[in-house]
C-alpha cells in the first residue's frame, strides 16, 4: 500500500484516534511526525494495541509503531518547543519511516509550524502522498475545514477524503457536501469500548473501499 498522511483541521480534532481505526483495520503502520509532550500519540497507539487489537484479530491489525520523527519534551507549538529546548531542526529532512504501508500523522493543523521555517504543510507538499482530513465539530469547523481543503487544492495535494470524527451536527456536515460535492467524505463513529470500536471500524473501512480512494489496498 502507499504511504498516506492523516492531517486535521485543528488540534485535538480525533487525529490520532483515526490513525489507530485506518492503521487497525487496513494494516498501515504508525509514524508520528512530531511528537510534543507527553503522553505520547505513540503510547496511545500501544495501549490501542493491547486494549483492543490483541483481543480482536479476526477484525483489527495489531499496529507496527515507529518512532517519531522527533520529540520535543514541551507540549506546545513544534517552533516554540525547539526555542525552549534550544534545538534548530530542519523538518523538512525527516525522512519517513519507510516507502510504502505507512500513515504519518501529523501534529494540529495544516499551518501548524514543522520547526522554526516550515508548516506541516510543507512537508506534505514535498513527499507527496495522500492526505485523509479529519474534521471535528466546534464552532467555526466549517471555516478551518474550508480553508484545509482550499490551501491543499492551491498546492496540488491529493485529498483522498474528510474523516468527520464523532461529528453530530447534521447541518454542518450537510453544508460541506453541499459545497465541495467532488470530495469523498466519511464518517468516524465514537467508540469507547470493543463493540462500539467493531462498527467504527467495519464501518469506516466499508465507507473507504466503497469509495475507491485507496484501489491499491487488497479487499
Same mark, same amino acid.
Given at each position: @500500500?502507499?504511504?498516506?498522511?492523516?492531517?486535521?483541521?485543528? =488540534?485535538?480534532?480525533?487525529? &490520532?484516534?483515526?490513525?489507530?481505526?485506518?492503521?487497525? /483495520? *487496513?494494516?498501515?503502520?504508525? *509514524? !508520528? +511526525?512530531?511528537?510534543?509532550? =507527553?503522553?505520547?500519540?505513540?503510547? *496511545? @497507539?500501544?495501549?490501542?494495541?493491547?486494549?483492543?487489537?490483541?483481543?480482536?484479530?479476526?477484525?483489527?491489525? =495489531?499496529?507496527?509503531?515507529? !518512532?517519531?520523527g522527533f520529540d520535543l519534551a514541551h507540549a506546545c507549538s513544534p517552533h516554540a518547543g525547539m526555542i525552549k529546548?534550544?534545538?534548530?531542526?530542519?523538518?523538512?529532512?525527516? !525522512?519517513?519511516?519507510?516507502?510504502?504501508? +505507512?500513515?504519518?500523522?501529523?501534529?494540529?493543523?495544516? *499551518?501548524?509550524?514543522?520547526?522554526?521555517?516550515?508548516? @506541516?504543510?510543507?512537508?506534505?507538499?514535498?513527499?507527496?502522498?495522500?492526505?485523509?482530513?479529519?474534521?471535528?465539530?466546534?464552532?467555526?469547523?466549517?471555516?478551518? &475545514?474550508?480553508?484545509?481543503?482550499?490551501? #491543499?487544492?492551491?498546492?496540488?495535494?491529493?485529498?483522498?477524503?474528510?474523516?468527520?470524527?464523532? %461529528?453530530?451536527?447534521?447541518? /454542518?456536515?450537510?453544508?460541506?457536501? !453541499?459545497?465541495?460535492?467532488?470530495?469523498?467524505?466519511f464518517e468516524l463513529l465514537y467508540f469507547d469500548d470493543?463493540?462500539?470500536?467493531?462498527?467504527? %471500524?467495519?464501518?469506516?473501512?466499508?465507507?473507504?473501499?466503497?469509495?475507491?480512494? +485507496?484501489?491499491? #489496498?487488497?479487499?
Open positions: @500500500m502507499k504511504n498516506i498522511f492523516l492531517a486535521s483541521i485543528h =488540534t485535538n480534532a480525533g487525529k &490520532t484516534h483515526a490513525s489507530a481505526v485506518l492503521c487497525a /483495520s *487496513f494494516g498501515y503502520e504508525y *509514524f !508520528k +511526525l512530531i511528537q510534543a509532550g =507527553t503522553p505520547s500519540d505513540s503510547e *496511545f @497507539m500501544a495501549e490501542f494495541n493491547l486494549k483492543y487489537c490483541a483481543k480482536n484479530p479476526s477484525f483489527l491489525k =495489531t499496529i507496527k509503531i515507529h !518512532k517519531a529546548e534550544n534545538l534548530n531542526i530542519n523538518g523538512l529532512n525527516i !525522512k519517513p519511516a519507510q516507502n510504502e504501508n +505507512l500513515l504519518i500523522e501529523l501534529a494540529g493543523g495544516l *499551518f501548524t509550524p514543522l520547526d522554526r521555517e516550515h508548516f @506541516m504543510i510543507d512537508y506534505v507538499e514535498k513527499y507527496d502522498f495522500g492526505v485523509f482530513l479529519v474534521a471535528c465539530e466546534y464552532l467555526g469547523s466549517i471555516n478551518h &475545514t474550508a480553508l484545509s481543503i482550499e490551501v #491543499l487544492k492551491a498546492r496540488n495535494i491529493k485529498l483522498l477524503g474528510v474523516i468527520f470524527s464523532n %461529528c453530530q451536527d447534521e447541518l /454542518s456536515k450537510d453544508f460541506l457536501k !453541499k459545497h465541495y460535492n467532488h470530495i469523498k467524505f470493543e463493540k462500539s470500536l467493531k462498527n467504527a %471500524c467495519i464501518s469506516l473501512k466499508e465507507q473507504i473501499l466503497i469509495s475507491g480512494v +485507496l484501489d491499491d #489496498l487488497p479487499r
